[in-house]
């Protein structure tokens, strides 16, 4: 199976500061990666699908970029919304996996 | 309004079955594959299986062999009947649409449902 590892898992950040995010496979996916956010009991949003494209309603400070094994999920000027837990998944092969996940906390 | 709907969760002892359903609204079920997905608490996300819209199947090895999928698109809905639950099944289920952006292959799940929790305890 393909692991994926989120670095880091926590994020202390302010309002406005430019956040990235890493994701890193065991091994080679191409582009076949999407991220996720997930707010506190509630169901996960696509943010961004083919490792870069930004997902239809998604605000233009997210942005993602990489290929094959690292990628980066970026959010240019954080926003009060933007608090919650972050997760890559990788579909290049069964079974589709989940990064643990990465929780952006308000300092 | 594009939605995903679940139902069917609850708290059971170890062993038994569940089905679980999940109801498609708001645009053509039977076009699209879907997934189910679970979290289990405090934890990540974890893919459980998928359908495709010609019914193809596919599990994680971690249920493999005690879930089963399948599909109604007559009634817009999927289910996963689980079967010899274990207290390491406890979690929420979510059921996802998939979609290919018209790539042809899944790219990601655009549309989730809001979640159907499962306990399994003694």
């Known amino acids: 199976d393909i692991q994926l590892t989120q670095s880091p898992s926590f994020l202390s950040a302010s309002v406005g500061d430019r956040v990235t995010i890493t994701c890193r496979a065991s091994?080679?996916?191409?582009?076949?990666l999407a991220w996720y956010q997930q707010k506190p009991g509630k169901a996960p949003k696509l943010l961004i699908y083919?490792?870069?494209t930004l997902h239809s309603g998604v605000p233009s400070r997210f942005s993602g970029s990489g290929s094959r094994t690292e990628f980066t999920l970026t959010i240019s000027s954080l926003q009060p919304e933007d608090f919650a837990t972050y997760s890559c998944?990788?579909?290049?092969?069964?079974?589709?996996?989940f990064g643990q996940g990465t929780k952006v906390e308000i300092k | 309004e594009v939605q995903l709907v679940e139902s069917g969760g609850g708290l059971v002892q170890p062993g038994v079955s569940l089905r679980l359903s999940c109801a498609g609204s708001?645009?053509?079920?039977?076009?699209?594959?879907m997934n189910w997905v679970r979290q289990a608490p405090g934890k990540g996300l974890e893919w459980v299986s998928f359908?495709?819209?010609?019914?193809?199947?596919y599990y994680a090895d971690s249920v493999k062999g005690r879930f089963i999928t399948s599909r109604d698109n007559a009634k817009n809905s999927v289910y996963l009947l689980m079967n010899s639950l274990r207290v390491e099944d406890t979690a929420v289920y979510y059921c996802?649409?998939?979609?290919?952006?018209?790539?042809?292959?899944?790219?990601?799940?655009?549309?989730w449902g809001q979640g159907t929790m499962v306990t399994v305890s003694a």
């Open positions: 996802a649409r998939d979609r290919g952006f018209n790539s042809g292959r899944t790219l990601a799940f655009d549309i």
């Open positions: 708001g645009f053509t079920f039977s076009s699209f594959g």
């Open positions: 359908i495709s819209n010609s019914g193809n199947i």
């Open positions: 091994q080679a996916i191409s582009s076949y």
């Open positions: 083919a490792a870069s």
């Open positions: 998944q990788q579909l290049n092969s069964y079974p589709w996996t």
